[in-house]
């Protein structure tokens, strides 16, 4: 059975960092695409970030570009979310999703975590 | 970048009945490259229909999706309790053909 379980949310001052991880279980890590996707609190589904299947090519959206980063370990089948200079705006329940085929279509999605940006 | 729009922003149906829902895209989505998902409260999301009418695994054969260019329906040919959810379409592909619509509001009558 696929399993993504979502880690490392919390409540952050605005400017501050954040860590979060995403343990994948159940299937061939290492052979698909990830990618992180949130929801702020009421609001619809928005794409964050990517990463292809072996940690070469990462992609963001622009309104987390330069602030964000993905990575993986392959070895430990965790997807992980670098967070820094967070703003009051991040605040969302944030999601990990497996790529169905490395075409931005998202077939098993982690519980979620939530992030809080707030003084 | 690709707007969807969908319709309506909230549908009140009894279980049983049918329900439509519309994605309308600003442009025509490519190769029928068109995704549905449902997501009840504090649940994640969870794939549908992806290739605008491919059921996903799993999914029960109530659900069907149709539609191509910029046009595309969700039915939900006769509504359990579980049904009831926010539903939202997405376009997928490419980098440039990732974005998901605003979601419709599924309630009980």
């Known amino acids: 059975e696929v399993q993504l379980v979502e880690s490392g949310g919390g409540l952050v001052q605005p400017g501050g960092s954040l860590r979060l991880s995403c343990a994948a279980s159940g299937f061939t890590f290492s052979s698909y695409w990830m990618h992180w996707v949130r929801q702020a609190p009421g609001k619809g589904l928005v794409w964050v970030s990517r990463i292809n299947s072996d940690g070469s090519s990462t992609s963001y959206a622009d309104s987390v570009k330069g602030r964000f980063t993905i990575s993986r370990d392959n070895a430990k089948n965790t997807l992980y979310l670098q967070m820094n200079s967070l703003r009051a705006e991040d605040t969302a329940v944030y999601y990990c999703a497996r790529d169905y085929y490395d075409g931005y279509l998202f077939d098993y999605w982690g519980q979620g975590t939530l992030v809080t940006v707030s003084s | 970048e690709i707007v969807l729009t969908q319709s309506p922003g909230t549908l009140s149906l009894s279980p049983g009945e049918r329900a439509t829902l519309s994605c309308r895209a600003s442009?025509?989505?490519?190769?029928?490259?068109l995704a549905w998902y449902q997501q009840k409260p504090g649940q994640a999301p969870r794939l549908l229909i992806y290739?605008?009418?491919s059921r996903a695994t799993g999914i029960p054969d109530r659900f069907s999706g149709s539609g191509s260019g910029t046009d595309f329906t969700l039915t939900i040919s006769r509504l359990e309790p579980e049904d009831f959810a926010v539903y939202y379409c997405?376009?997928?592909?490419?980098?440039?053909?990732?974005?998901f619509g605003q979601g419709t509001k599924l309630e009980i009558k």
């Open positions: 442009q025509s989505v490519s190769s029928s490259y």
């Open positions: 997405q376009q997928y592909g490419s980098s440039l053909r990732r974005t």
């Open positions: 290739g605008a009418s």
